[in-house]
């Protein structure tokens, strides 16, 4: 089994940025995609961004591509979102997911084996 931590959530004046953190412990998560997620009050889960095991490929949303960037350090155990001119509407509780052994499209939370406990993100207009 995989734990996931994020951290670095916080409250931000639009604009701003922040770099989110989804440490994993436990089974080694380097041949796992993984992705970011965000649930904003009242709305479903939404996908934010995911990466290939290798980290040579990333996947974006639409409304996050040239604001949000997704990176891992294998070697550390952890995965990296660095949100940059963010807007209100990016206030969410973004969650750290991995695919695991569930395979899928990147893009759907179902191919998501295991999950963080999310940290909160706020954009202040």
Known sequence: QVQLVESGG??????????????ASGRTF????????????????EFVAAITWSGGR????????????????????????QMNSLKPEDTAI???AGQGARSGSNYDYRAYQYW???????VSS
């Open 10 to 23: 916080g409250l931000v004046q639009a604009g701003g940025s922040l770099r989110l953190s989804c440490a």
């Open 94 to 96: 973004y969650y750290c």
């Open 30 to 45: 380097r041949s796992d995609a993984m992705g970011w997620f965000r649930q904003a009050p009242g709305k479903e889960r």
């Open 116 to 122: 963080g406990q999310g940290t909160q993100v706020t």
């Open 58 to 81: 990333a996947f974006y949303a639409d409304s996050v591509k040239g604001r949000f960037t997704i990176s891992r350090d294998n070697p550390k155990n952890t995965v990296y979102l």
